[in-house]
């Protein structure tokens, strides 16, 4: 009699202890500091079901046949698995409706995961979590050099960098812009440069230095401004169209303000006289 109290208690307790877990689960509200939290919330269900399988049918086996938990759950293990073991010991009636439960559950856990994996590969989830990866891979960079940008000038900039072996990181949002430098084996961050997101992503705490090159003297502005305000000792090289906006990315602190039409017209008229 006291064994079977004992036993109810701990039962009791188990099952307000998964019930407060499942809750949390839920509500995932533990789940939301970083992506690779928010990739893994369509799983929790399912794992959690799995678990609750492996748990209960342990459950079952104790109080049916009296096993240990160890000789419970290796039962349940290779009842789910298929593995095709001999039972621990001969099954009661009672211990063979649990068996059969047990598969019962599994199979519904399996079709279950079957339908949530198609759900998600419909929905681009896999496409996300390789973004993800490859985003947690571009911020692990070190003494690179980020160039925002892959215009005319940002191309050239990139290339002559690639000649010498210096590791670049490039930031653009144009689609086709992006798919032409990820031909030419360069690493891209398909991101706004101009958002402070950005270029923590990017890695502008530990670069080597930043070059603007968007074709908007606005937008080279707002980058440098952006840059400065979160790395104040980043190196910070800057294109410009006119010399009013060279003066203006000065005064924001860029370091070195070029602008390709004045070296241009400086350079041919050197070569005219």
Known sequence: MTKNVSTLVFISIIINTLRKIFDKVI?????RKSNLREMA?????LLFSLGMVFFLGALGYRITEGWDWGDCFWMVLITITTIGFGEVEPLSQLGRVITFLIIAGGI?????????????????YFRRMSEVRYRRLLTRMKNHVIICGFG???REIAEQLHLKNIPILIIEIDPLIIAKAKS???????????????LLMAGIQTCRSLVVTL???AANLYVVLSAK?????CKLIARSATEEASNKLKLAGASVVISPYVAAGRTMAEAAI
């Open 152 to 154: 005319r000038v940002g």
């Open 229 to 233: 305000g979160i790395s104040n000792q």
């Open 215 to 217: 074709p908007s003297d």
């Open 27 to 31: 509500d995932f509200s533990f789940f």
């Open 184 to 198: 030419r084996g360069f690493k891209v961050l398909d991101a706004d440069a101009t958002l402070d997101e950005t």
């Open 108 to 124: 519904i856990v399996i079709q279950l995961s079957l339908q949530r994996f198609l759900s998600l590969s419909e929905s681009g």
């Open 41 to 45: 919330k369509p799983w929790l269900a």
